[in-house]
């Protein structure tokens, strides 16, 4: 939006305190996390995953997150303000998503952070998200790295919230006051009506993440990103990270090895069909 | 008597209004060419004025040579014919008049004959020639051509003009073939005037006004040069001098990081000769007609691209010309007008996506004009400024960026088709002779790794120490740059290349003819010059020079099908072909759409990633080449024509009768390796 | 105590928390929410449930989280059971998420394998980078201990049908607040389908199909799996399947527990559409099928013998258990 139109937007928000405002302060929690296709090892003592020569990228869900919020936003304008719990290199996935659009970004970066689990994330997360005002949260449904799903719901019970997870469509009604959502489930989806603020996390089939234009990839650079330590969000070290977590990973294996192929062997193609189903359910457990 | 002319006989001192009116016509000419060279001035600047010398050789074997106009028979003939005819007339017209003004009159006698009889000779050559060309416009209709009114105007108009020429000639024999027998030289206003013209000075009339009607009609050719076809006169030598000398290459966008805009949506963004180029067309088609795309029914047509954007250009230069025109002072601040939007409005999404950049349309434009760059362009505008792409496009970017390769396929993984085979990285040893750069396909899709592992096995056979780059290899980028995304392009070239020079890298050898035009042609631009070659090029001198030896002969008919980008934008045609012709019983057949007419297979353009949804299949119709050629295998040395060919086959389910393989594959098992 | 929301992943956690209860000494006891379930109840006992409670009522008609997440918090808090356990179904994992963060304790999400440490705590190992690699969890000291386990990996135990648990029924307030939302509808999704993209079973037909109606064998096989059934670009260029079907790098990216291909070579670009899904068996009868590299198990032989065969193989043994 230009800033004109933006101030009469404002403007718009301020006069009237019966009507409920258009512009939504939106915010979209984000994690950047290795590619899907890096090779992931554990190191030799097998007590933590070596990244080196590991592709990071935004989380997958947490890309649908940030698109839904920039689509609510080009609906009704205000802001969306990206919230991201990670180490430096966490930068480059929230430039991604301010090269997508968003407007501004809140980096929570302190070593006292790191290593922690779903719940200090979700703490840490909500003591800087209180001191922000929002109308709407988006968060991924869950991140691909530790694959947990919990941080959003986490999240709002911390700050008070409703959390809707798994969110396929997503709509305002209500003048904005509501949320009509359609929330994936076995076999169909639920449609929630839910009262805002409230916090949705994203799966996918919600929408179709955009390319970052280039022009959105120089703005991104100049966008407002605030970093944010352990001391600014006034908690103490034994509540984050991995001094607060409530569950830690001793240590880390490889899968089962997969047996490269085996090609099942038979007379008939019914004694095959027979090997390959007992292989199936008992082997491999699939069926 | 003696055989010579008098100038401006039975004309007079009128006849110096010649000069006067042909004056006027000049200034108009002049005047009207200003204006259009200010107009095509407001494209952005291109440098094209390198390499003179072979710019200026370029026009005379095209112009004066009409090298590429002949390819097609009949129109080549047919307009050869009005070229040279009326090129003739005008010298004879210029001769005529030193003759005279020299004071030398030396057109007299056997000089004069000769001269008026060529001079003959030529206006007839006009005439069958637009005689040839009125038929094959309004009765044979091509689809090649459509038909508007300019198109009649001009061949009415040159008729006219050489038809009169020839009554005036007529009527001037007419009034003195009595006292000069000579004129029979002058056969065909001989032949005119004995028969249609009263003999002697009944015809005196005659020849006074046909002579103003031929000097009126002279006078609205010159005139109307540049409103009307005729403008491809001069900017046929334009665009021919100012052609892409080196078309490989796309041009880069300079300063990515300082510009505001990327790309072309607007007639103003491309450059000056760009816009020349849109005059320069004269919709003869052929673009049209050797285009895969236009040839199976999607919504591209090269000679529309450049038409309609020319249309464009006309609505938009209106303005700009009336002010010119009404004396004031030239607007200094561009139009306020929006004009038409390319993407989209002008040229729909689904025509933009569907060039596979072959450069067949480059390649049979007899005047140098090129359709698909600014295609490419304006992909770039859609990719960079509003990621505007089909979603299949946007799935390719992600996988390059994230994975250095189009599959997506983790980057890890790279090497592994080399892991059995005991191939050195760079890493593990430096100081080879070759880098064998692999690419994507090589490295990642089954199909290819064995034309990888063909091209190492051969590469050692003959003693050629190589290495690769293993995981340190990345994508090279083509297919980012033909699909727009010229921002993702530069990074990984720059990668790449700082990879290589890292590693002190001299000669590359390449089996991907994409990957080879990439890092011969475009690295240049980024600071990567490297002695690129195509295993073809390295292998057919290694076969000549005995060291590698296909000794095993293989008894199959094939047929050979030329890679857009080794073939058209590289001139490698005989190194594949020299290979195979030293292979023992193999026998070669020609397609004939190959060579610089080869027919792409569909997959270049980034066009391999996408789906094809519009029209029919363009690997197919290549395919039913094959089939028509008679020959049972079709041999390629590319990996997307390996793909897309083997895919034909299957999908026409004719893994019988016909297979694709790979020329490396057919020389390795050749020489037993 | 241990709770399990969805039916046959119960009996598996059942099962497995058998063996913990026993070794901890502590009771083992299931947790039943919904609004008429008390009859399903007993019969949680011939899995090795001692006690159930039962929370019932209209608000658990159909779940929700804030109804749901206050039933069983309010239930934790009275009976403070050490370890809480969920079946990692949509809901489960979503109540779990909540519960853990009302509580405030550590929950461990999708786990294959669960068991106690010398201390009597509760140790897990999950997956993690979708399955790249496996990591063992431990927990803070606050209980309960919570996880949730994947469906369908723990395996049934034998079943004493001639044990019966005691059901408790519990009395639980739940108001609008508690809740926070209403539920206006349920949509059924592509006919009772799921989309390809979390189907966990998909079976997939190629060029080798040969026609649009052949695929009804993959249809049958596809459903007596609980799956869906999906094409390869092949199939689709042919117009045998609609382009939502396509599974590819330019149609659909799907990563399900099994993925079975008939008649499909495996081009590149399929790979890169299901390379991970978890177990991937191949029907072709061509063995140099680059398919069969990227297969757990491969089949080299007449799809169309194979899949009715195995679909009938299937269907025996579903029925068995």
Redesign the interface.
């Given at each position: 939006m230009t800033g004109h139109h933006r101030c009469a937007k404002k403007a718009l928000r301020y006069n009237s305190q019966s009507l409920r405002r258009e512009e939504m302060d939106i915010l979209v929690c984000l994690k950047q996390v290795p590619d899907t296709e890096a090779d992931i090892r554990p190191t030799s003592d097998m007590t933590a995953i070596d990244y080196t020569g590991v592709k990071f990228i935004v989380n997958v869900y947490d890309e649908y997150a940030v698109e839904e919020a920039l689509r609510v936003r080009e609906k009704v304008g205000g802001k969306v303000t990206i919230v991201s719990l990670g180490p430096d290199r966490a930068v480059e996935a929230i430039r991604t998503a301010l090269a997508m659009g968003a407007d501004e970004a809140v980096h929570l970066n302190d070593p006292a952070l790191l290593d922690g689990d779903a719940y200090t994330t979700a703490r840490a997360l909500a003591k800087a998200i209180e001191g922000m005002s929002y109308d709407l949260i988006f968060c991924g449904k869950q991140a691909i790295d530790d694959d947990l799903a919990q941080v959003g719901s986490i999240l709002g019970e911390l700050l008070g919230l409703q959390t809707v997870t798994g969110i396929m469509k997503f709509e305002l009604v209500d003048d904005g006051k509501k949320a009509r959502v359609h929330r994936q489930v076995e076999g169909g989806m639920d449609v929630l009506e839910v009262p805002l603020p409230a916090i949705f996390t994203a799966t996918k089939g919600l929408n179709e993440p955009r390319y970052p234009s280039l022009p959105g990839i120089m703005k991104a650079k100049k966008k407002p990103l605030k970093t944010v330590s352990l001391g600014d969000l006034g908690l103490s070290e034994e509540e984050v990270g991995a001094k607060g977590a409530l569950t830690k990973v001793v240590r880390y294996s490889l899968p089962p090895m997969r047996q490269a192929g085996t090609i099942i062997e038979g007379e008939t193609p019914e004694e095959k069909a027979s090997k390959l189903a007992k292989a199936l359910r008992e082997e491999v457990k699939v069926i | 008597m003696e055989a010579t002319r008098e100038l401006f006989w039975n004309i007079g001192r009128q006849g110096l209004l010649t000069y006067l009116i042909m004056g006027i016509a000049v200034l108009i000419l002049a005047y009207s060419l200003y204006e259009r060279v200010s107009l095509w001035r407001r494209g952005q600047a291109e440098d094209r004025w390198d390499r003179v010398g072979e710019r200026i050789k370029g026009v005379v074997v095209n112009i004066i040579g009409h090298w590429r106009v002949l390819r097609e028979a009949y129109p080549g003939f047919m307009h050869l014919l009005i070229f040279w005819g009326f090129l003739l007339l005008l010298i004879g017209a210029a001769l005529d008049a030193f003759d005279h003004y020299s004071g030398l009159h030396f057109l007299k006698g056997t000089a004069y004959l000769t001269f008026s009889f060529f001079l003959d000779l030529a206006g007839l050559a006009v005439i069958v020639g637009l005689l040839l060309a009125l038929w094959r416009r309004y009765v044979t209709r091509p689809r090649a051509l459509d038909n508007r009114p300019e198109d009649l105007f001009v061949l009415l108009l040159l008729l006219a003009l050489v038809v009169t020429g020839f009554l005036v000639e007529g009527a001037r024999i007419a009034v003195q073939a009595p006292r000069a027998p000579w004129e029979r030289w002058s056969f065909f206003g001989w032949a005119l005037g004995t028969s249609l013209f009263p003999q002697g000075q009944g015809s005196l009339l005659w020849h006074k006004v046909f002579w103003w009607i031929h000097l009126s009609l002279s006078f609205l050719f010159v005139a109307v040069i540049v409103q009307s076809k005729l403008l491809h006169i001069l900017t046929a030598i334009l665009s021919t001098f100012f052609r892409n000398l080196k078309p490989q290459a796309i041009k880069p966008i300079e300063d990515?990081?300082e510009a505001?805009t990327?790309g072309v949506n607007r007639v103003e963004e491309l450059s000056w000769v760009d816009l020349m180029q849109l005059d320069a067309c004269t919709r003869c088609g052929r673009c049209q007609e050797n285009c895969p795309a236009y040839l199976t029914d999607k919504p591209l047509n090269p000679k529309m691209v450049i038409q309609g954007i020319r249309e464009v250009f006309q609505e938009q230069s209106k303005g700009l010309l009336q002010r010119m025109r009404s004396w004031g002072v030239e607007e200094q601040q561009p139009s306020t007008e929006e004009g038409k939007a390319l993407a989209g409005e002008l040229i729909e999404e689904d025509a933009i996506w569907s060039c596979t950049t072959c450069g067949a349309c480059i390649e049979q434009c007899p005047v140098f004009v090129e359709p698909f760059p600014k295609l490419i362009e304006i992909r770039r505008y859609l990719a960079?400024?509003?990621?505007r792409?089909p979603?299949?496009v946007?799935?390719a970017?992600?996988n390059m960026e994230?994975?250095s390769n189009p599959?997506?396929?983790?980057?890890?993984?790279r090497a592994d088709w080399a892991k059995e085979l005991g191939i050195k990285t760079l890493a593990e040893d430096r100081e080879v002779e070759y880098l064998f750069y692999v690419g994507c396909a090589g490295s990642?899709?089954?199909?290819n790794k064995k034309v990888a592992e063909a091209v190492a096995k051969l590469l050692e056979a003959a003693g050629v120490s190589f290495g690769i780059l293993g995981v340190e290899e990345g994508c090279c980028g083509d297919s980012a740059r033909r699909l727009g995304n010229e921002?993702l392009f530069q990074i990984i070239a720059q990668q790449n290349i700082e990879t290589m020079k890292g590693y002190g890298v001299r000669k590359i050898v390449t089996m991907c003819p994409h990957c080879y035009n990439t890092l011969k042609n475009e690295y240049p631009q980024f600071g990567g010059d490297f002695e690129v070659y195509h295993y073809t090029e390295l292998f057919s001198s290694l076969v000549a020079q005995g060291r590698l030896r296909p000794s095993k002969p293989l008894d199959i008919e094939v047929t050979y099908h030329d890679s857009c980008y080794l073939g058209r934008y590289n001139g490698l045609y005989e190194e594949p072909r020299g290979i195979l012709r030293a292979l023992l019983g193999v026998k070669l057949v020609e397609m004939p759409r190959s060579r610089s007419r080869s027919f792409c297979c569909g997959g270049g353009g980034g066009r391999f990633?996408?789906?094809e949804h519009l029209g029919t299949r363009i690997n197919h119709a290549r395919f039913e080449d094959v089939q028509r050629a008679g020959a049972r295998m079709v041999v390629t040395s590319c990996p997307f024509c390996l793909t897309m060919m083997s895919d034909a086959i299957?999908?026409k389910g004719m893994e019988e009768k016909h297979e694709a393989r790979d020329l490396a594959q057919v020389l390795r098992e050749a020489v037993g390796v | 105590m241990k709770d399990g929301a969805v039916k046959k992943v119960a009996y598996e956690i059942l099962g497995a928390a058998k063996k913990m209860a026993e070794q901890k000494g502590e009771p083992l006891c299931a947790v039943m929410i919904g609004k008429d379930v008390e009859g399903l109840a007993p019969g949680l006992g011939a899995y090795g449930a001692e006690k159930v409670y039962v929370i019932q009522g209209d608000s658990f008609a159909r779940y929700t989280t804030g109804a749901f997440t206050k039933a069983l918090c309010d239930l934790v808090k009275q009976e403070q059971p050490s370890i809480l356990l969920f079946g990692a179904s949509i809901n489960g994992k979503d109540l779990s998420a909540r519960a853990s963060g009302r509580l405030g304790v550590g929950l461990a999400t999708d786990c294959t394998e669960i068991g106690l440490d010398e201390a009597g705590n509760l140790k897990v190992k999950r997956p993690m980078f979708a399955g790249k690699v496996y990591a063992e969890v431990v927990f803070s000291d606050r209980k309960p201990q919570m996880a949730s386990v994947r469906p369908n990996v723990l395996g049934l135990p034998e079943a004493d049908e001639s044990r019966k648990a005691e059901v408790v029924k519990v009395d639980v307030q739940v108001g609008p607040d508690d809740i926070g939302l209403e539920v206006v509808d349920f949509v059924e999704v592509g006919g009772g389908k799921i989309d390809l993209t979390e189907a966990e079973i998909i079976v997939s037909g190629g060029r080798g199909m040969k026609g649009a109606e052949n695929f009804k064998i993959l249809e049958e096989l596809a459903e007596v799996l609980g799956g869906v059934v999906g094409a390869s670009r092949a199939a689709v260029d042919a117009g045998w399947r609609p382009q939502s079907d396509q599974v590819g790098q330019s149609g659909k990216v799907v990563s399900p527990n099994l993925y079975i291909a008939c008649g499909i070579s495996g081009a590149i670009q399929h790979l890169a559409g299901m390379g991970t899904s978890k177990v991937i068996v191949a029907i072709n009868k061509d063995p140099e099928a680059p398919i069969f590299k990227k297969a757990d198990y491969g089949v080299v032989d007449d799809l169309f013998k194979v899949v009715p065969a195995l679909t009938e193989e299937v269907r025996k043994l579903k029925a068995q258990s």
């Open positions: - | 990515m990081e505001e990327f960079l400024m509003e990621s792409f979603s299949e946007q799935v970017f992600r994230n994975n599959w997506g396929i983790g980057m890890h993984t990642f899709d089954d199909l921002y990633w996408m789906e299957k999908e | -």
